[in-house]
Structure formats: structure tokens, C-alpha cells
């Protein structure tokens, strides 16, 4: 089982920017993919991003691309996801999940057993 702690949300202006942290522990193995899900009020939750740890494989939601950046620091056992350019559509929870998975490619949600707790990112004037 993976553990994982959320940081770094907050409230930003529209066109702000923001860095989430994902800090993981426990059994990290090779093929561990760090994923962000968002849930907005009233929504259902969604895919953000996806990255596996050995090699910063990454797959985004169409509707972030060009605007969130997911990395990962291996010796760290941390994941980020840098926000640029935020719009109000963008205010959610945001979790961090984890999943065993030994393709490259975003593992299936259901694939996803370990979530962090989330935290709020709320774009506002």
C-alpha cells in the first residue's frame, strides 16, 4: 500500500498560477503511476494528469494540456503538478492517487487503490 499527502493548494486569481506536491511512501515499486483527479462542486471527479515514476511517462486531460505540468522527483518519492494560466472552471479538490501499473500508458481509474486526502484549489477574483 502507498500513502500519500497532498500540499500546496490554495486560492489563486484567474491567470494565476499553483504547484500541488504529492508525497508518497510505502511500498513504491518501479511501475508506480501518480496521478491528480479534480472534483469540482456538484461534479463528477476527473482525470488531470498521469505520470509513471521510473521514467516521467505523463498523459493529460485534454482539457489541461499546454497548461498543467505533472512531474516527479524520484529521490524524493514526490509528484507536482504545476498549474499555469488558472481559470475559475479549474476551482476543486484535488487528489493524488496512486496505481501499480507496468505500462507507460494511463492506467484505468479503477486501477488507482491509494488516494491522498486532497486539497482545495479555488480560482477566484
Known amino acids: 500500500q502507498v500513502q500519500l499527502v497532498e500540499s500546496g493548494g490554495g486560492l489563486v486569481q484567474p491567470g494565476g498560477s499553483l504547484r500541488l506536491s504529492c508525497s508518497a511512501s510505502?511500498?513504491?515499486?518501479?511501475?508506480?503511476?501518480m496521478a491528480w483527479f479534480r472534483q469540482a462542486p456538484g461534479k463528477e471527479q476527473e482525470f488531470v494528469a498521469d505520470?509513471?515514476?521510473?521514467?516521467?511517462?505523463?498523459s493529460y486531460a485534454d482539457s489541461v494540456k499546454g497548461r498543467f505540468t505533472i512531474s516527479r522527483d524520484s529521490a524524493k518519492n514526490t509528484g507536482y503538478l504545476e498549474m499555469s494560466n488558472l481559470k475559475p472552471e479549474a476551482t476543486a479538490v484535488y487528489y493524488c492517487?496512486?496505481?501499480?501499473?507496468?505500462?507507460?500508458?494511463?492506467?484505468?481509474?479503477?486501477?488507482?487503490?491509494?488516494w491522498g486526502h486532497g486539497t482545495q484549489v479555488t480560482v477566484s477574483s
Open positions: 510505502g511500498r513504491i515499486s518501479s511501475n508506480l503511476h
Open positions: 492517487a496512486a496505481a501499480q501499473f507496468i505500462w507507460a500508458t494511463r492506467p484505468p481509474d479503477s486501477a488507482f487503490g491509494s
Open positions: 505520470i509513471r515514476l521510473s521514467d516521467s511517462a505523463t
